[in-house]
């Protein structure tokens, strides 16, 4: 057998030493890889030094995952593959809310909420109050719904980056809908942030000269029985960065309006929420689609 890579057949006989997989999926997807990859190799001439720095990258990638860092879950996301996959499997009803990606920040365990608690335990920025209603593709709410939040602060870090001035679970909440389907919550307006650089993924951003910032966002994931769940953001309208997302993960239909409640027109909301001042006020329709 040859070990020259430009050999025409060696494609051949990658892909062909997958015949005998028992598993029919798991041979199309081996295949498929293998005629893309080798493709790839033809199309650009890939040399053997860069070969060789591509496994290098690839093994620190992995040697930078740890229990709270997923190095190559970013790598995905900065290509653009973990939108890719999901725009692939969104098979959406009519209305219902667009998905994006999860990231790295989510924890299995977010802090139980009352309603209309505040998640922003450290008075971390501008003060907002979240409105969400979560009904179904159909239009019924959701009571019992329960939608899970995270976010960055107004400095735009999370709780698990700044433990020194965000207490654990800061920016985070579990919340139940109320018999209208609804949640609301206070926070502060989250920041842009730039995802970690630290590592092999920012070295490439830098090397290629790309930013690694991410637009101001919240995230939820939305589950309700009888329904697929959603994980998705709001983003801040108006933001810097919306339409250069590091992780291609901007939809238009998830900007939201922040609007600002100078001299608050419903003065029992801001005193259901402890305000006093001016905030922001920011309504989002989680919609979910019947299994
Ligand atoms: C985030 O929004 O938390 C995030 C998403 C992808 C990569 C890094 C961060
Ligand atoms: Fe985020």
Redesign the pocket.
């Known amino acids: 057998m040859t070990t020259d890579a430009t050999h025409p057949t060696v494609t051949d006989e990658a892909v062909n030493s997958f015949d005998g997989a028992p598993d029919p999926r798991l041979r199309e997807l081996l295949t498929g890889l293998v005629r893309h990859l080798h493709a790839y190799v033809r199309e650009t001439g890939l040399t053997q030094r860069e070969w060789e720095r591509a496994i290098g990258f690839l093994t620190a990638t992995g040697q930078a995952c740890t229990d709270t860092r997923q190095e190559f ?2 790598l995905s ?2 290509l653009g593959l ?1 939108m890719l996959v999901e725009e692939v499997n969104a098979r959406r009803a009519e209305g219902a809310t667009e998905a994006t ?6 924890l299995t365990e977010s802090p139980v909420r009352e309603p209309d608690a505040t998640i922003d335990l450290a008075g971390g920025g501008e003060p907002c109050v979240v409105d969400v209603r979560v009904r179904s593709d159909d239009g019924t709410p959701l009571p019992g719904a329960t939608v899970d939040v ?1 976010q ?1 602060d107004g400095h735009g870090f ?1 709780d698990v980056q700044r433990p020194d001035t965000q207490p654990p679970g800061n920016g985070r909440g579990l919340f139940t809908a109320d018999a209208e389907g609804r949640v609301r919550f206070r926070s502060c307006v989250p920041s842009a942030y730039p ?2 650089t630290d590592g092999p993924v920012g070295t490439l951003l830098a090397a290629t000269g790309r930013h690694p910032y ?1 637009p101001a ?1 919240i ?1 939820f994931i939305a589950s309700a029985a009888g329904h697929t769940p959603v994980t998705t ?1 709001i983003f801040v309208a108006g933001g810097d960065y919306l339409d250069s997302d ?2 291609f ?1 901007v939809k238009p239909s998830l900007v939201r309006e922040f609007e600002d409640i100078e001299d608050p027109e419903d003065p029992a909301l801001a005193r259901q929420f402890g305000l006093s001042g001016p905030f922001r006020l920011a309504r989002f329709d989680l919609v979910l689609e019947r299994t």
């Open positions: 879950v970013m996301d900065v973990s990606v999860l990231g790295p920040f989510h995270w960055a999370y995802i970690p991410r966002h995230h953001h590091a992780v993960a």
